[in-house]
């Protein structure tokens, strides 16, 4: 293992938009680079639902992301570090990143106890007792082996009184101060999470001084848990410029084609979200005319692809009659080909940011994308 | 479209083992050749579950069958010819086979009516009426546009009593006649299916007389319906050499490796049957070593591939540890692979078998394959 963490991290930026603060680069991680702006597909417990890895890398997939809460009870981090970490695990060669286990302790588990040493919750599945600790995630997170790893925030709901906000931003940067001490591995960029909900205040407080942290790069955690998207782009103009400009920004959990372009044009680089494929699997299409629900009658005879102007594997092979008929026969073969589809979407959405990005036309390309959805975001 | 059928199609016999009747040969469709013998997945309503055609080609599949009962049911055959047929609306470009849709009739539909004319049901999906005639059986296939299409047969359960079995025989002998006048397109190869049971007599009068039609190839049906093993071989032995040896020979419905086996060695070209991809989505995968059960215990640390004498995708990427830890926590991509994988196994397998013959060492290649898979067919 190299150290310090630097070496096998490198972020380029290549451009900033002339009207924007929307900008390119390459993040070089031991994976891989990737072109930022870029957003990655969930793999939960270390798929992405129902898509192999080359899946994947056909619909332009450059970085996955996979949830540390899943795997660390089930199977388990010390048999996925047994089994070689993550990318030998699931096949996936490129960069990954793996979240704290923060978020989904706070909201899928059971929370049993929350204190500054540590929390403690009852899985979702059967019921047992799990610790994490800001060590323990850091530890765990070292065990699955992404490129990059997020420190243990708290998560508080969209609609705590500004203490328990206040309180949970504190904690949060003790805890990213114990995840840095906690680091062993350096070929892995910790993050820090800024939090803070919709406040500016707090998120000034949060950023400030998770920045003096130094670390490789920054995540704004706490947003698009409730709050309307007007607040979201409000909290970004607030807080992005708080990051430092020669680092990755990293936005969890989000979100819409929409809400990609708003953040990137307040200077974020790096997304996640389940949209593509959760919807995907529910029947929802996205598409550069807007959002298409492939159950509807309107696509029976419909000899069309999802898209015309998408050229993903999907596309350029079924129809949406086809994929409606699979949907409607709960045959297996429609939420992926739905889901691949909409990942394609995603990617080729982000490179046609990169492009406009980099010919400083970031705002008019917002304006060109919002026509062709017209109603549907 | 050409007259009559027999340009469109050309059965090669290449090689016919010394000590078996096993035999090589090349079937010409108008979607490009099959190497016989051959397996073919079965896409019942036009998706072979959760797989792509790349993903079946990548497996070595050559031919796909899809069952007219559950198209004619849904999205129907007028829309499937509408939207081009069912290479075009599948997106699977290689030969196709479609079955009559008697067996669904048979054994998964509400029986209403059977006579001499035709078979009324009610759908299993929604129990509305549908009346089902020879004519019609090859109307609906000729609206779908399979390479080779099926005559209308009577499918009788495994136990009914003699005199049933004969009427079933005789009535799918005159079905066959009327299926054999109905047929408008010439570029489908049309099969006569021998029924009968278990029954010597019966199996003899059923080829004889379908054989006097002069079909370009000719199916056994009624078998691996209860029956045990033993019985379906012993008929295969009464039954394979009364078919003309220049036309191909369709097992259907059948079935585990060892049945694949012992079928081609009494002269059987063609098969198809849900095992290996029904298998596979419930966590069953076929190996050289036998059969092995994902969800087991001993496989939760076990890095080796599905089956270390594989080179399929599946087996190149990815452990036993990954592929049960996507079936315990209900992965799409769990089935997916798995499915995947016995199909692969399955086509090696009959690649293999085919090599075998050739060299004139079929008997022992069964031996061989016996031995692997030890107590585990």
Request: overall charge negative; glycine content about 10%; some cysteine.
């Given at each position: 293992?190299?150290?310090?963490?630097?070496?096998?991290?490198?972020?380029?930026?290549?451009?900033?938009?002339?009207?924007?603060?929307?900008?390119?680069?390459?993040?070089?991680?031991?994976?891989?680079?990737?072109?930022?702006?870029?957003?990655?597909?969930?793999?939960?417990?270390?798929?992405?639902?129902?898509?192999?890895?080359?899946?994947?890398?056909?619909?332009?997939?450059?970085?996955?992301?996979?949830?540390t809460?899943?795997?660390?009870?089930?199977?388990?981090?010390?048999?996925?570090?047994?089994?070689?970490?993550?990318?030998?695990?699931?096949?996936?060669?490129?960069?990954?990143?793996?979240?704290s286990g923060?978020?989904?302790?706070?909201?899928?588990?059971?929370?049993?106890?929350?204190?500054?040493?540590?929390?403690?919750?009852?899985?979702?599945?059967?019921?047992?007792?799990?610790?994490l600790s800001p060590?323990k995630a850091v530890?765990i997170q070292?065990?699955?082996?992404?490129?990059?790893?997020?420190?243990l925030?708290?998560?508080?709901?969209?609609?705590?009184?500004?203490?328990?906000?206040?309180?949970?931003?504190?904690?949060?940067?003790?805890?990213?101060?114990?995840c840095?001490?906690?680091?062993?591995?350096?070929?892995?960029?910790?993050?820090?999470?800024?939090?803070?909900?919709?406040?500016?205040?707090?998120?000034?407080?949060?950023?400030?001084?998770?920045?003096?942290?130094?670390?490789?790069?920054?995540?704004?955690?706490?947003?698009?848990?409730?709050?309307?998207?007007?607040?979201?782009?409000?909290?970004?103009?607030?807080?992005?410029?708080?990051?430092?400009?020669?680092?990755?920004?990293?936005?969890?959990?989000?979100?819409?084609?929409?809400?990609?372009?708003?953040?990137?044009?307040?200077?974020?680089?790096?997304?996640?979200?389940?949209?593509?494929?959760?919807?995907?699997?529910?029947?929802?299409?996205?598409?550069?005319?807007?959002?298409?629900?492939?159950?509807?009658?309107?696509?029976?005879?419909?000899?069309?692809?999802?898209?015309?102007?998408?050229?993903?594997?999907?596309?350029?092979?079924?129809?949406?009659?086809?994929?409606?008929?699979?949907?409607?026969?709960?045959?297996?073969?429609?939420?992926?080909?739905?889901?691949?589809?909409?990942?394609?979407?995603?990617?080729?959405?982000?490179?046609?940011?990169?492009?406009?990005?980099?010919?400083?036309?970031?705002?008019?390309?917002?304006?060109?994308?919002?026509?062709?959805?017209?109603?549907?975001?």
């Amino acid at each position: 293992m190299s150290s310090p963490a630097e070496p096998a991290f490198r972020f380029s930026l290549e451009h900033t938009d002339r009207g924007t603060q929307a900008r390119v680069g390459s993040w070089h991680t031991p994976h891989g680079a990737v072109a930022t702006p870029a957003f990655m597909p969930v793999g939960t417990i270390g798929s992405v639902k129902g898509l192999a890895p080359d899946q994947l890398l056909q619909a332009g997939v450059q970085m996955v992301l996979a949830n540390t809460y899943h795997l660390a009870l089930r199977p388990g981090a010390d048999i996925v570090a047994e089994l070689g970490g993550l990318h030998r695990f699931t096949g996936w060669k490129g960069p990954m990143l793996t979240d704290s286990g923060g978020f989904q302790v706070f909201s899928l588990a059971r929370l049993t106890r929350l204190d500054d040493e540590q929390v403690v919750f009852r899985s979702h599945i059967d019921g047992s007792l799990f610790e994490l600790s800001p060590e323990k995630a850091v530890r765990i997170q070292e065990q699955l082996g992404a490129d990059c790893i997020m420190c243990l925030d708290e998560c508080p709901g969209h609609d705590v009184p500004e203490e328990r906000l206040f309180e949970a931003v504190d904690r949060t940067t003790r805890w990213a101060i114990r995840c840095r001490d906690a680091q062993a591995r350096h070929d892995q960029a910790l993050f820090g999470i800024v939090q803070g909900g919709t406040n500016r205040r707090l998120r000034e407080r949060s950023a400030e001084a998770l920045r003096s942290l130094e670390f490789p790069g920054y995540a704004v955690g706490g947003l698009s848990v409730g709050e309307d998207a007007a607040e979201m782009y409000q909290t970004l103009d607030w807080t992005v410029p708080l990051l430092p400009p020669d680092r990755p920004r990293y936005l969890m959990g989000v979100g819409r084609p929409i809400d990609l372009i708003e953040a990137v044009l307040r200077g974020v680089d790096l997304f996640d979200c389940v949209l593509p494929t959760r919807n995907g699997r529910n029947g929802m299409g996205f598409t550069h005319g807007g959002i298409i629900r492939l159950r509807n009658q309107v696509h029976q005879r419909d000899e069309r692809p999802l898209d015309e102007k998408c050229a993903c594997p999907v596309c350029r092979q079924f129809s949406r009659a086809y994929v409606r008929h699979l949907f409607l026969a709960n045959e297996m073969l429609g939420p992926v080909l739905l889901s691949w589809h909409n990942l394609a979407y995603y990617q080729q959405l982000l490179s046609d940011l990169r492009e406009a990005i980099r010919e400083d036309r970031a705002a008019e390309f917002r304006s060109v994308q919002l026509a062709g959805w017209g109603a549907s975001l």
